[in-house]
């Protein structure tokens, strides 16, 4: 037999594949000691969490902070993994060390996460490359602190894994995680109502018009009634839990309101656009986009004027400016209003930019749904989208990051360097606020000598 010498073809794919990950990996390490050394103290909301944390730790789990407004799940994860680093390592209140608890989300990010992954593109592996899925930005910063962000996009990942490939659904496993995902942020469950519409979609197996797609949805529907069981069940609990608490929120319900934010819309597609041009940027996007303007003789020049209405509409209407906004200097989007979104000119500039990452994100999920959404999937994914961010007024790109991974999962480049591409500038941009987080230091009046940082 002749000895076959690998081509640099053969290769490239893998070798740039593993040091990208290395290098990412170094990165959150490098990161994760940093925080270490510098972020000695609860950081914003870290405060509460962490003293929630330490409160089950202590066996206390009756007693419950009130200005918490997320379920219990991400104190009862962070409990156990204490306990069982305790009985691994022989050293005890390891709970009380802030580090330790924020390494749990490190674990999730790295670990756990990268393996849900790997098993939900087993229908497409040039999907995406899954250390660009993890190296997002709005999820990375939260790797190295202790919020319920990092394993809430577990959790609904995890839940859509498992119903994703059409030889291999367990949709009562998928509803048991979605459920256990209800436990670390309640909008999940609209999360898991998308997740129950993918599954059954996923079972139409020809190509058809949407109107017999619908009906066959329909009919598949009420055929398998029983695999949804599970999916029902979390809605039904999510139903009793709205009724016995109040509300949707758990604590600090004041400042927690239900409104109609519909630019929230906007914003998270502009968000999505500016992470994901990597993978969709290309001629041929921009010359359908210049198409969609002037195609049809003139009727998609009339369709876009009452689109730019409609969004110059929502912006004067349904912008809310929440004080948090306003007050707190260490979030970008404070910049963001403070330099772009409150200019004066901004609700005039801000509308070709909504349009055109708006097209971008809907003709992006068009194009690869033979990735596995169809057109119901599709108008699922916007409507969870929706319902998700448009009751809430604060403008928090954590809010995004479950639409943006998501979004992800489902397109595909159509140029071979993308993925690298897309490494390079996710990753260039976590090196920029990991810097910007580790060396601008402030001070506020109203906390002398508590040292103040920028995050997402």
Known sequence: MPLIVPTRSTYLGPVIKYSCTLSFLILCGQVFFKTKELVTQPFIDEIFHLRQCQTYCAYRFDKWDNKITTPPGLYILGFMYSKILELLTGIQHLCSDFNVLRSLNLFGGVVVLPVILNNFKKTNSRQYCTVNVISQPL??????????????????????????????????????????????????????????VAYIDRQIYREKSILDRAQSFIKRSLKNWSSLIGYAVNFVSFVAFLKYNGGITFGDKENH???????????????????????????????NYVKFFTGNYGSNLLLNFISFWGIKYIIDNYTIIHPFLLADNRHYTFYIFKRLLGHKYSSVVAIPVYHFASYISVTSLVKSRKLNLSPIGILAF??????????SPLFEPRYYIIPLVIFRLYIAPSYPLAHLLEFVWLNLINLITSYIFFTYQFTWLSEPGAIQRIIW
Do not use: E, K
Request: hydrophobic share 60%; charged share 5%; net charge positive.
């Open 382 to 391: 916007i409507g969870a989208t929706v319902l998700t961010i448009v009751p």
């Open 257 to 287: 309101q239900i409104q109609l934010h519909f630019v929230q819309v906007f914003y998270c597609f502009t968000f999505i656009s500016f992470f994901t041009w990597p993978v969709w940027l290309n001629r041929a996007t921009l010359s």
């Open 139 to 196: 999820l990375f910063t939260y790797y190295f602190l202790f919020y319920t962000d990092v394993w809430s996009t577990i959790l609904v990942v995890m839940s859509l894994s498992l119903i994703n490939t059409r030889a291999h659904q367990w949709p009562i496993l998928s509803s048991v995680v979605g459920f256990a995902s209800l436990w670390l942020r309640q909008t999940n469950i609209i999360w898991v109502a998308f997740i129950a």
